[in-house]
């Protein structure tokens, strides 16, 4: 009977000293390194429920233990469990999904906001063609499919190989525009039908094992089509730049592995050999750069940086479409703001737009719902004067920083 109650005695005692053990050394790294102790915020606030929410947040993020403890509890529950957090869902075959991307697919459309009337894409994108018509300049959207819509098979048993799943408001945007005559470029029909087609067994998939993002192959066959629709409608001429390709190939830790923050997790995957293939002139050998006076200006996010301006570099969609164009293009970038930061930065610099013939709009498909920013409709500004300060800062090729 003692033995019991002095073993219950020391488990509570032990658990008190961690319980009191975590804030503790908390507190004195925290003053070793010159600082106010993060727990004594609280006393600095006035106790409403957003400072308190804060605080919380912050003792999570500032904890030495919780830090150090942190990349090995996830590295548990990845290999253990198949647990891949709170962004992440570990499909098979060794096949990682980011989990807002899923919820887009698999979810609700959340309910409209009381006072917000920017959660609707097509007043945005129809206001857009129609301001860019006003001058002369034609507009191609070209929606990115979410990785889980392509490739459902790599989640579930239950998909056949050949299935592409289209969430309900992607494919109703897409029909709204294409009834207002926006033109769309459906990559969802083009890349279901190279996953449905002859020779397709044993091929290059579309996506990247590990990452969010489209693999050579991806964007290959996005680049000839958006080319092919360019050529089609007749909105570009015929280009006389000739450009051949080179193998480039790379190895990437995927951003998926990456947003779990946890180097054993990222030891443990490892990284992925991605067959890339470099876009370089024929006459100079140099490699693809965009060129300010191009008459097709390309819009984007995360999808048209990687390969472009990561490594290889002028690997990307939009040194592989002006390839299959004949000429170089210019570009506008913005990691995961696709759908309005980059619109805003074009306003911000209205020169981009000089000289213009066709832009090249590109967004992912949770942008659809999940865009940071909202759909607000952002008037252009007026286009500069060549020669103006402002106007020789935009001859370049745009980036914004952002997350992916």
């Known amino acids: 009977m003692r033995r019991a109650r002095h073993a219950g005695m020391l488990a509570a005692i032990g658990f008190a000293a961690v319980i009191a053990g975590v804030p503790a050394t908390q507190a004195v790294w925290e ?13 600095r606030r006035a106790p409403t429920a957003a400072n308190l929410r804060a605080y919380e947040t912050d003792l999570e993020e500032a904890s030495v233990v919780a830090g150090r403890l942190r990349p090995w509890m996830q590295y548990a529950q990845f290999a253990l469990l198949g647990d891949a957090g709170a962004k992440g869902v570990v499909g098979r075959d060794g096949w990682l999904f980011y989990r807002p991307g899923l919820e887009c697919l698999t979810g609700r459309p959340p309910p409209p906001q009381p006072g917000r009337t920017d959660d609707d894409p097509l007043p945005a994108i ?16 070209m929606p990115v499919p979410n990785k889980e819509s392509i490739y459902p098979e790599r989640l579930t048993r239950r998909a056949g190989c050949a299935d592409v799943v289209v ?10 525009l294409q009834a207002s005559g926006v033109e769309v470029l459906d990559l969802f029909h083009i890349f279901g039908s190279a996953k449905r087609g002859p020779g397709t067994r044993g091929a290059e998939t579309l996506y990247l094992a590990q990452d969010t993002h489209w693999s050579p192959a991806g964007v290959a066959l996005a680049a000839r089509a958006a ?47 991605i067959p890339c293939e ?57 990691d995961g703001g696709g759908a309005t930061l980059v619109r805003q930065e074009l306003r911000r610099r209205p020169r981009l737009l000089a000289g213009k013939k ?9 942008d659809i719902r999940l865009a940071a920013e909202g759909w607000p409709v952002i008037p252009l500004a007026a286009t500069e004067p060549p020669g103006s300060p402002s106007a020789e800062d935009s001859r370049a090729q745009g980036t914004l920083g952002g997350v992916p």
């Open 31 to 43: 003053m070793r390194q010159g600082e106010w102790p993060q727990a004594l915020q609280v006393f």
């Open 126 to 141: 129809v206001s857009f063609r129609d301001q860019l018509a006003a001058r002369g300049i034609r507009l191609l959207v």
């Open 167 to 176: 969430c309900g408001q992607t494919r109703e945007l897409i029909e709204k």
């Open 227 to 273: 080319a092919e629709r360019l050529r089609v409608r007749g909105w570009v001429r015929p280009g006389t730049v000739a450009y051949d390709v080179r193998p480039a190939p790379v190895r990437r830790v995927g951003d998926i592995v990456r947003m779990l923050q946890s180097p054993p997790i990222e030891r443990l995957v490892g990284a992925e050999d």
């Open 278 to 334: 470099q876009v370089v002139r024929r006459d100079t050998q140099a490699p693809y750069a965009d060129d300010a006076n191009a008459e097709v200006l390309v819009l984007g996010d995360s999808f048209l940086r990687i390969y472009e301006q990561d490594e290889p570099g002028s690997a990307g969609l939009v040194a592989h479409m002006a390839r299959q164009l004949g000429q170089p293009v210019t570009s506008l970038i913005s």
């Open 358 to 366: 066709v832009l090249l709009w590109e967004f992912t498909e949770r």
